[in-house]
């Protein structure tokens, strides 16, 4: 069986200290059990790289769920690889993220008139 090379694009070390914070609030284990959880992902999709499905908002992208957090993927054929581009959690808006590349937590088009 081939073995993709997974490629972490610019951004991937946002994603997951974003991850780490945000989990590390809870608990002091739950940051290692979940990162490691997506690092057994993008193992498993180096041997399978269509393992994950067309995402639903931008159709070069293929994405798949780790618990709660969503791994947006291309598979790049010529060069037999696979390209992480996006890791977030399922609350984020993740089709503003894909569609514009903007990893912000609240872009002034989000936030609700009234609210500081």
Not at 1 to 10: A, E, F, I, N, T
Not at 45 to 55: E, I, K, N, Q, R
């Amino acid at each position: 069986m081939k073995k993709y090379p997974v490629r972490l694009q610019d951004g991937i070390k946002e994603d997951i200290e974003n991850i780490i914070r945000f989990k590390g609030w809870y608990s002091s284990s739950a940051p290692s059990r979940i990162v490691a959880k997506i690092l057994d992902c993008l193992d498993d999709l180096a041997f399978m790289p269509y393992l994950g499905h067309v995402s639903d908002y931008d159709s070069d992208y293929r994405q798949i769920s780790v618990e709660d957090y969503m791994i947006f993927y291309l598979v790049d054929e010529e060069r037999e690889a696979i390209e992480v581009h996006y890791i977030l959690h399922q609350s984020r808006n993740t089709e503003r993220i894909v569609k514009t590349g903007d990893r912000s937590f609240e872009p002034e088009s989000e936030v609700e008139e009234g609210y500081d």
